[in-house]
């Protein structure tokens, strides 16, 4: 299996630009996730899924950000409009946590916001 | 959010040397610690976890030690080597399989 697959790895974009990041999980993984990372905040849980049904979405910093999950093979995470403070790396993570606890990474999206 | 905190922030160790990093938490629902390992430009992989009806647990060189009274955990890196320089993070989550709430991580660089 070719893991997490996370689109695209790099993004430079500018200020009021529309963001969409995307995500493949493993098959048969019903749980995924949005972090982003950044040195002064560490890994933030922006949102996360159980069988494509948004569980909690309190980490999501404000409107400007909303995620889908339309079907268990693809999540989009969109930013719009981007400011520079949303310059981070966003990853996607997935695994039937429920069961064994454990999340798969993704490589990440980085996102550069002008 | 900041549920679990994690210390140091950073951690420069000698090649044979043993580094610990801390851990605390606030939610006593927690009953899942696992920790994570983070090279530079990939995503964090599971390394070690522990469930709070042990006080330790072990796989090769490194060990999880687990305070549940004092709501505190740590790992400890046997014998560490320049391979092990990466960014560590701990979480907490409940095994119920509610959100993994990481530790704002500590990079370690193990020196040769």
């Known amino acids: 299996d070719a893991g997490v697959i996370q689109s695209p790895r790099h993004e430079v974009t500018e200020m009021g630009q529309e963001v969409t990041l995307r995500c493949k999980p493993i098959s048969g993984h019903n749980s995924l996730f949005w972090y982003r990372q950044t040195m002064m905040r560490g890994l933030e849980l922006l949102i996360y899924?159980?069988?494509?049904?948004?569980?909690?979405d309190s980490g999501m910093p404000e409107d400007r950000f909303s995620a889908k999950m339309p079907n268990a093979s693809f999540s989009t995470l969109k930013i719009q409009p981007s400011e520079p403070r949303d310059s981070a790396v966003y990853f996607c993570?997935?695994?039937?946590?429920?069961?064994?606890?454990?999340?798969?990474f993704g490589e990440g999206s980085r996102l550069t916001v002008l | 959010q900041q549920q679990v905190k994690q210390s140091p922030q950073s951690l420069i160790v000698q090649k044979g040397g043993i580094p610990i990093i801390n851990c605390a938490y606030e939610?006593?629902?927690?009953?899942?610690f696992p920790w994570y390992q983070q090279f530079p430009g990939k995503g964090p992989a599971l390394l070690i976890a522990i469930r709070p009806d042990v006080s330790e647990k072990k796989e090769g060189r490194f060990t999880i030690s687990f305070n549940k009274s004092a709501k505190q955990f740590s790992l400890h890196i046997m014998d560490s080597q320049p391979g092990d320089s990466a960014t560590y993070f701990c979480a907490a989550s409940t095994q119920a399989g509610t959100a993994l709430i990481f530790g704002k991580g500590t990079t370690l660089s193990v020196s040769s």
């Open positions: 899924f159980n069988n494509n049904v948004p569980i909690d």
């Open positions: 939610n006593t629902a927690f009953d899942y």
């Open positions: 993570a997935a695994g039937q946590f429920a069961n064994t606890g454990e999340l798969f």
